[in-house]
């Protein structure tokens, strides 16, 4: 099946500072990858996603770039902000087995005031 | 908007019991997912389901089982609680479909003693 990597596994900004963090997978036929926030005592929700026809979307602060030839993506997070902290959880979907979401360790962003 | 609902925030057992955990989602979702979610491992798919009465091991199902007798309502057993399954659980649904998001329910954190 698909293996995802996160790293790094924790990670400090000072606000204002840009954020990146990044995942591999090993499965050249997934095509959808989603990220999801997780803040503190709450729930994952979706914050963007990518479909593997695009190199790059951007929403507002956040951004994700894909390369699908290094089977590698990337969260953006630009000026960031204390309600930047949370973990970030990448994911990456197969086409084999549908919706079976097969998501990274995570990734724990403190942003310093 | 989508609303998954699982059955107990908090919950303590002791070893050996029999642990139902349950999850209800409103928006008719075929698809639904139970993960378990450690400090740095991120979130592990334990079961999943397509359809009613229907059923998918993840990536570590052993020690749990699955009912989905009705469509709404995903329910994950631990038929033999131990102490390495004290987590917490999240429970997951989506539409049917490659790039459906996944809902999150609030999470049941599970300490067996």
């Known amino acids: 099946g698909e293996n995802v990597e996160q790293h790094p596994s924790t990670l400090s900004v000072q606000e204002g500072d840009s954020a990146v963090i990044k995942c591999t997978y090993s499965?050249?036929?997934?095509?959808?990858f989603p990220w999801y926030k997780q803040e503190l005592g709450k729930r994952p929700q979706l914050i963007i996603d990518?479909?593997?026809?695009?190199g790059e979307k951007k929403d507002q602060r956040i951004a994700v770039t894909l390369n699908k030839t290094a089977k590698h993506f990337s969260l953006h997070i630009t000026e960031t902000q204390p309600e930047d902290s949370a973990v970030y959880f990448c994911?990456?979907?197969?086409?084999?087995?549908?919706?079976?979401?097969?998501f990274g360790t995570g990734t724990s962003l403190t942003v310093i005031p | 908007d989508v609303k998954v609902t699982q059955s107990s925030r908090y919950l303590v057992k002791r070893t050996g019991e029999k642990v139902f955990l349950e999850c209800v989602q409103d928006?008719?979702?075929?698809?639904m997912f139970w993960y378990r979610q450690d400090p740095g491992l991120g979130l592990r798919l334990i079961y999943f389901?397509?359809?009613?009465?229907?059923?998918e091991k993840g990536d570590i199902p052993e020690g749990y089982s699955v009912s989905r007798e009705k469509k709404e309502r995903f329910s994950l057993i631990l038929e033999s609680a131990s102490t390495n399954q004290t987590s917490m659980y999240l429970c997951?649904?989506?539409?049917?479909?490659?790039?459906?998001?996944?809902?999150f329910g609030s999470g049941t954190q599970l300490s067996v003693l």
């Open positions: 928006m008719d979702h075929e698809n």
């Open positions: 994911a990456a979907i197969t086409v084999i087995t549908g919706n079976q979401f097969y």
């Open positions: 997951a649904s989506s539409r049917q479909g490659m790039k459906e998001k996944l809902f």
């Open positions: 389901s397509y359809d009613v009465k229907m059923k």
């Open positions: 499965d050249s036929a997934s095509n959808y």
């Open positions: 990518i479909r593997s026809n695009v």
